[in-house]
């Protein structure tokens, strides 16, 4: 392991924000660096959307007199963190699917619906949000988790 992977790894483990984002499928410590590192306080975006916008993760979008119409991913934005977040979804979707009880998850019915590489930005937005919400709000990771009806 180089130096700068192990000043990461240290920082990481001080660091309660990071340590929160890699319990998250796909974010390792040096994801979960690099996004604490970047983000730097996640209640200066609005919403795990414009987080995910901000990162260059969501689709273009020419939408006008109540048709949207959206496009490819836009890739505008942090493209370091983006590549990251995106290669943490390959390795989950990797190991996903040699797991029993693949066939019933979210994952997998967007796999069948689409290619792997869609599968994985739109996992890597998927958990670009979550990352948002976690340091937004200030919680822990909670797998399956469900939010309340407001």
């Known amino acids: 392991m180089g130096e700068l992977e192990v000043q990461i790894q ?6 309660e924000a ?5 319990q998250i499928p796909g974010i390792g410590p040096i994801t979960a660096s ?16 414009q987080l995910a916008a901000w990162l260059g993760l969501v689709p273009k979008q020419h939408s006008s007199g109540g048709k949207q119409l959206l496009l490819g991913i836009s890739k505008h934005g942090d493209t ?33 619906r689409r290619n ?19 340091l937004a709000q ?6 399956g988790y469900e939010p309340s009806a407001a």
Do not use: M
């Open 10 to 15: 240290v920082w990481h483990r001080e660091n």
């Open 18 to 22: 990071s340590k929160k984002l890699a």
């Open 34 to 49: 690099a996004l604490v590192a970047s983000i730097g306080d996640a209640k200066s975006f609005e919403s795990g959307r």
């Open 80 to 112: 370091y963190l983006r590549t990251l977040l995106i290669h943490g979804a390959r390795a989950v979707i990797r190991v996903a699917e040699r797991k029993a009880g693949y066939a019933q998850t979210w994952l997998a019915q967007l796999i069948g």
């Open 116 to 134: 792997k590489n869609i599968a994985a930005v739109a996992l890597a937005n998927k958990n670009a949000r979550i990352s948002w919400a976690l």
């Open 138 to 143: 200030e919680r822990d990771y909670q797998p």
